[in-house]
């Protein structure tokens, strides 16, 4: 029987980054992944600026930046005189000096439009360092995940099938689950298995929510001629479809019932059917490269992300429509929420209550993405009211000034909030919010100093009168001087600032120690 602090199931995006950021802290984790090598089957194209801004966090920007300059070629390319304003916007910004807020995406497969993004609003303006690591196809972000953990010593064991879970009540010492390889035991284990997890389903954990309506389908395929398919997102009356900007990439959603084998493998013939009944243009498809993949609207999220030692993130906590990959960024949130958490309780640091917040932060933010994603497939729909509506939004909503920039800035997940301040009354912003661009006096940025995972004390202070708050805990805070005129911060290991000064400077120090000793510990 092989034993470890806490096992992983599942080596996507999330269990990855959730097993970097256990090992980065020194906890022991073993990752068991059912596939032998690495998915190759095209998923999401991109990240948002929230998940690019958690890789800079790790000092993996410049890896994702990498990807970005060699795919924008390609994708410049292919998309040629069709290109969209997106598309456009993203190779102009591959030579541009000068960063700005990346305005990529859609709802529902209405493109943003980067004319009408008021480049100089703050909060965009707080968030533009990593917009030229947006672009990460789920293929390359697993694969700089997997380096990663490889540089931590993460164990990766594929190949490994799980069976079921057992140990999982309050007065059981470890967790054991039951693989093709026989058992691993652990105290804790997390399930980043999917939205079929074999965990969740073992421990009878519900999960709630919405059937689906729609069939969609995504592949890269040898077309005979398709003059006729237009780049970008495109509504029509039977569904919705996009091709590129990744070249001969192929996206096709339509209203129509399940398939009776849901794991049946795609075939040609089912993805032409499909886009000749969306697009209306009697394609052809010659081949496809690699498999195809067929997923729903399904849409549901589990009554409770932890059952005594076992806890529950990423598509095995909540699943939905994969529209703007929320799936990806939302599971990646969890991670970088849940990491540092579970570190500190297996080493024995946590205060109380600490890994309760996973679920209570957590929680909401997977509900507001789930009905985010249905309002988009509502929106979709092909009769002549939807028509309308979506008509009306477009060219009348999504026209008016700072409307964009809202649902832009909602869509790239920088406006995720959480309540950390012990009372309402304390948490003045930018308390709870994402810490975005913050640049030192002294040069750099907030996040080069959070590479290891530690906490970092920001003080801005004319006479560094906080650094005694957190002497005492060096092994966990980074404390940086940093002299000026805006507030000093306090950021969690997840980018999230759980203090900010003000005009009191006694409150501001109690209220720095509060924060302090909920989050770090005393």
């Known amino acids: 029987m092989k034993k470890t602090n806490v096992i992983v199931v599942g080596a996507g995006p999330t269990g990855l980054f959730l097993a970097s950021e256990l090992a980065l802290r020194g906890v022991r984790v073993t990752v068991l992944e059912r596939l032998r090598e690495p998915d190759p089957t095209i998923k999401s194209g991109s990240i948002n600026v929230a998940?690019?801004?958690?890789?800079?966090?790790?000092?993996?920007?410049?890896?994702?930046?990498?990807?970005?300059?060699?795919?924008?070629?390609?994708?410049?390319?292919?998309?040629?005189?069709?290109?969209?304003?997106?598309?456009?916007?993203?190779?102009?910004?591959?030579?541009?000096?000068?960063?700005?807020?990346?305005?990529i995406g859609h709802f529902a497969g209405i493109m943003f439009r980067a004319d009408l993004v008021d480049q100089d609003d703050p909060v965009l303006a707080a968030h533009t360092a990593v917009a030229d690591g947006i672009v990460v196809p789920q293929q390359d972000q697993e694969r700089l995940?997997?380096?990663?953990?490889?540089?931590?010593?993460?164990?990766?064991?594929?190949?490994?099938?799980?069976?079921?879970?057992?140990?999982?009540?309050?007065?059981?010492?470890?967790?054991?689950?039951?693989?093709?390889?026989?058992?691993?035991?652990?105290?804790?284990?997390?399930?980043?298995?999917?939205?079929?997890?074999?965990?969740?389903?073992?421990?009878?954990?519900?999960?709630?929510?919405?059937?689906?309506?729609?069939?969609?389908?995504?592949?890269?395929?040898?077309f005979d001629d398709a003059s006729g398919l237009r780049n970008g997102w495109n509504w029509t009356p039977r569904g919705i479809y996009t091709y590129g900007p990744v070249p001969e990439r192929v996206l096709v959603a339509r209203f129509a019932p399940q398939p009776e084998d849901r794991n049946a493998p795609v075939t040609l013939e089912e993805l032409q059917d499909a886009v000749r009944d969306v697009t209306g243009i009697p394609v052809t498809i010659k081949a496809l490269r690699g498999r195809a993949t067929r997923w729903s609207d399904n849409a549901r999220q589990a009554r409770s992300y932890r059952h005594g030692r076992v806890l529950l993130a990423g598509d095995a906590a909540h699943v939905h429509s994969p529209f703007s990959a929320q799936g990806l960024n939302l599971g990646?949130?969890?991670?970088?929420?849940?990491?540092?958490?579970?570190?500190?309780?297996?080493?024995?640091?946590?205060?109380?209550?600490?890994?309760?917040?996973?679920?209570?932060?957590?929680?909401?933010?997977?509900?507001?993405?789930?009905?985010?994603t249905r309002a988009q497939v509502a929106l979709m729909r092909g009769d002549e009211r939807t028509a309308r509506l979506r008509k009306v939004v477009g060219d009348e909503l999504f026209t008016v000034p700072g409307a964009t920039n809202h649902i832009v800035a909602r869509s790239s997940g920088i406006l995720q909030h959480y309540d950390v301040a012990e009372k309402v009354?304390?948490?003045?912003?930018?308390?709870?919010?994402?810490?975005?661009?913050?640049?030192?006096?002294?040069?750099?940025?907030?996040?080069?100093?959070?590479?290891?995972?530690?906490?970092?004390?920001?003080?801005?202070?004319p006479d560094g009168r906080f650094a005694d708050a957190v002497r005492p805990l060096e092994h966990r805070v980074t404390y940086l001087t940093d002299p000026a005129s805006s507030p000093s911060l306090f950021m969690r290991p997840d980018g999230i600032i759980a203090w900010a000064d003000g005009q009191d400077v006694e409150q501001s120090r109690k209220l720095l120690d509060v924060a302090i000793q909920r989050w770090a510990g005393a």
């Open 51 to 103: 998940s690019a801004e958690i890789l800079d966090r790790r000092g993996l920007l410049p890896a994702a930046e990498e990807v970005q300059r060699r795919l924008m070629p390609v994708v410049g390319a292919f998309a040629g005189n069709r290109s969209n304003s997106t598309v456009r916007g993203l190779v102009d910004a591959a030579t541009r000096t000068s960063r700005r807020f990346p305005v």
């Open 145 to 222: 995940l997997g380096e990663h953990c490889a540089r931590l010593g993460v164990e990766i064991r594929r190949g490994v099938e799980v069976q079921g879970v057992r140990g999982t009540g309050a007065d059981d010492a470890d967790v054991v689950v039951e693989t093709s390889e026989g058992e691993f035991t652990a105290g804790w284990v997390v399930a980043a298995d999917g939205g079929r997890s074999v965990i969740r389903r073992t421990l009878g954990i519900g999960f709630d929510g919405t059937d689906p309506e729609m069939v969609g389908y995504q592949a890269i395929a040898d």
């Open 332 to 372: 990646l949130g969890d991670a970088v929420n849940l990491g540092w958490k579970l570190a500190a309780t297996v080493q024995g640091w946590a205060p109380a209550g600490l890994l309760d917040t996973y679920e209570s932060e957590r929680h909401p933010i997977g509900a507001w993405v789930l009905d985010w």
């Open 425 to 461: 009354e304390d948490a003045a912003s930018p308390v709870g919010s994402i810490a975005g661009d913050v640049e030192l006096t002294s040069g750099g940025r907030l996040a080069d100093h959070a590479h290891d995972g530690r906490f970092v004390l920001v003080d801005r202070s």
